[in-house]
């Protein structure tokens, strides 16, 4: 144990970081930031882009497990009227705003 708090001691050391900081992101009370992410991709073969990644993986298990989306409408039909009807004041040119399906 001793040498391991040792070694967690010298990775946060060389991180720039507070300890706690660390410790909150293994306890899964804190996010993964930007500034975090910067840091430990200076862990070999890591990016930013992983550790931003991961966080977002986690944060979309995390919403999927939470939120019920099973009352959104899939029928896009309404939206899919005369080219006059299409919700012309959208600062969107053309058809972008709206499905293929249309």
Not at 10 to 31: C, D, H, M, N, S
Request: net charge neutral; glycine share 2%.
């Amino acid at each position: 144990m001793i040498l391991w708090d040792m070694e967690a001691i010298a990775f946060v050391w060389r991180l720039g970081v507070p300890r706690t900081r660390i410790e909150r992101l293994i306890k899964g009370t804190t996010r993964i930031t930007s500034d975090t992410a910067l840091r430990l991709a200076r862990v070999p073969n890591t990016t930013p882009a992983y550790w931003v990644n991961l966080q977002t993986n986690y944060d979309m298990a995390v919403a999927a497990k939470e939120i019920d989306v099973s009352n959104i409408e899939l029928d896009l039909s309404r939206f899919c009227a005369a080219p006059s009807a299409r919700l012309s004041h959208l600062p969107l040119e053309g058809d972008r705003a709206f499905p293929a399906q249309c």
